[in-house]
């Protein structure tokens, strides 16, 4: 059975945080690795609009995906908006969802303010995790440990600081899932460089 991975997107979450790991993880998928990605929503619906107008169409619900990562964008946290990772946030059903799926087992792996997201559902609380540089303070003031790094590896947790961290934290689940090697090779087939080390932590 393949490893399972939803990127869950929502009304205003920003474009690269979501499509740059999806592109990875499913060129990955295309090279051989055995991972099956999808793009989810928390609701039915039939599309989800971007941070920047980017309308794209999802595969199904998170419930149905049955996922064993989930990857969560960020996006909008500072613009305060109607459709944002901090609108998400407030309305709390996105982060119970989390909640839910990190208790039964699911990984979960938060890029920019996606990380937010974990932080409002409890489940940063006493682990290192980075965010978007602009939303650090925010970080700050939960139960988190702020991390100084790119990437922080806490095992069945995962975060990256801002938007173009997703293509590492993207290429890091690569390594774990399929080897070195197939990192390597999406990095060399995107053009990426990939950029500052993981912080990786036992537990």
């Known amino acids: 059975m393949p490893t399972e991975i939803a990127v869950v997107v929502y009304d205003g979450f920003d474009e690269l945080d979501a499509v740059g790991p999806y592109e990875v993880l499913s060129a990955a998928a295309d090279a051989g690795c055995d991972l099956a990605v999808s793009l989810v929503a928390l609701d039915p619906t ?17 419930a149905d ?13 500072n613009d305060r908006s109607d459709a944002s990772a901090r609108a998400e946030a ?17 990984e979960l792996a ?22 978007h540089a602009s939303a650090i ?46 990192a390597e090779e999406m990095a060399t087939r995107i053009e990426y460089e990939r950029r500052g080390g993981v912080r990786r932590t036992a537990r």
């Open 46 to 62: 039939d599309d989800v609009t971007a941070a920047h107008g980017l309308r794209i169409g999802v595969d199904g619900t998170l």
């Open 65 to 77: 995906a049955d996922p064993d990562v989930v990857v969560v964008p960020g996006g909008g946290w």
């Open 90 to 106: 407030e309305k709390g059903d996105l982060p119970d969802a989390l909640a839910d799926l990190h208790a039964s087992g699911v």
């Open 110 to 131: 938060a890029v920019c303010t996606g990380g937010m997201l974990l932080a409002e559902a409890g489940i940063l609380d006493g682990r290192p995790a980075v965010t």
């Open 137 to 182: 303070d925010d970080l700050r003031e939960t139960d988190a440990e702020v991390a100084d790094a790119r990437v922080v590896d806490d095992g069945d947790v995962l975060t990256a600081g801002g938007v173009t961290s997703g293509l590492d934290l993207a290429l890091h689940l690569v390594e774990r899932l399929c080897g070195p090697e197939t």
